[in-house]
């Protein structure tokens, strides 16, 4: 009998991920609030996680063997806007499950990110010290303090920008930047912001990696620093359409909520070291563009 895995955002962009990739091992049931998760194998509960005696009711009557808690308000200018609100998600939901885990004694694996870090003392390690500059990178600051002091065995998974392919409810901005370029129009985008970017296969498989090999906190970053711009430019090629519909601007140049650090580039090599390995950026895109369907033009 397949052990049970608890997913919550699972109808989300990453936790669909995430369900994708281990229901052939796991028994996996899908947290998610509004939306169902439309992965098959996948056991669908829909419950609102700021409910705590619901929430406990739930790991009850389940039993997990394990849990990846990865629902969050995560778009940081919502935070900015919405900072009570979020926090409930963000930070006390995170210490409650963090309790539940300790509790019923099972593995828990939490999706932290680059953000808790102010982007100027690049790159970054787990021992680096968190600065955050936004709500967001500030909740989830405190949210891995919060989980380590109730539940010192979770596996805190800082991620770095995501990108790929989704049928979930949670969307990353690769399929309007690429519709947008087909339909012949310029975008915008940062020339002067990096990160470790990888795509959400390999975070889910480093994810899924996670339960079993690490507690504390421990960086999935992708192998290469780069900015928006530049994964752009491969975009662009790999369509053959022409990469001046992508014009470069600094962080400077368009006024947000939240502020942008400028480089939060991840030090991944711990997780390397113990099987992570995410793909190439313009390998993982040339298999985005296949399986969304934007096969015109993609150069194989």
């Known amino acids: 009998m397949k052990k049970k895995l608890l997913i919550t955002g699972a109808s989300g962009f990453l936790g669909w991920n995430i369900c994708v990739n281990a229901a052939s091992e796991w028994h996996v049931f899908g947290v998610c609030n509004t939306n169902s998760v439309n992965v098959g194998r996948v056991t669908s509960i829909r419950l609102n996680l700021i409910d705590y005696a619901e929430l406990r009711n739930v790991f009850s009557d389940i039993r997990p063997d394990a849990v990846i808690h990865a629902a969050a308000y995560s778009q940081p200018n919502y935070c900015e806007r919405n900072p009570l609100e979020t926090r409930k998600v963000n930070v006390e939901v995170p210490s409650n499950i963090a309790g539940l885990c300790a509790d019923f004694r099972v593995p828990c694996v939490f999706t932290s990110s680059d953000l808790v870090f102010d982007g100027?003392?690049?790159?970054?390690?787990?021992?680096?010290?968190?600065?955050?500059?936004?709500v967001y990178g500030e909740q989830k600051a405190e949210a891995e303090e919060a989980m380590l002091r109730r539940y010192p065995e979770t596996a805190i998974c800082r991620m770095p920008l995501m990108f790929g392919y989704t049928e979930g409810a949670g969307k990353s901005f690769d399929p309007q930047m690429i519709r947008t370029l087909l339909e012949g129009k310029r975008i915008r985008l940062f020339s002067d912001e990096y990160r470790t970017p990888v795509d959400s296969e390999s975070a889910a498989?480093?994810?899924?990696?996670?339960?079993?090999?690490?507690?504390?906190?421990?960086?999935?970053g992708g192998r290469t620093r780069i900015s928006r711009y530049e994964m752009g430019q491969i975009v662009a090629r790999l369509l053959n359409i022409d990469k001046s519909l992508i014009k470069?601007?600094?962080?400077?140049?368009?006024?947000?909520?939240?502020?942008?650090p400028p480089d939060v580039s991840?030090?991944?090599?711990?997780?390397?070291?113990?099987?992570?390995?995410?793909?190439?950026?313009?390998?993982?895109?040339?298999?985005?563009?296949?399986?969304?369907?934007?096969?015109s033009g993609v150069q194989k």
């Open 120 to 134: 100027l003392k690049p790159p970054y390690a787990e021992t680096s010290e968190v600065n955050p500059i936004c």
């Open 205 to 220: 498989k480093g994810l899924l990696l996670m339960l079993s090999k690490v507690r504390g906190i421990i960086h999935l």
């Open 248 to 260: 470069p601007v600094l962080q400077n140049d368009i006024s947000m909520p939240a502020r942008r």
């Open 266 to 295: 991840l030090v991944s090599s711990k997780a390397y070291t113990i099987g992570y390995d995410p793909h190439d950026i313009e390998a993982a895109y040339q298999e985005i563009l296949i399986r969304s369907k934007f096969l």
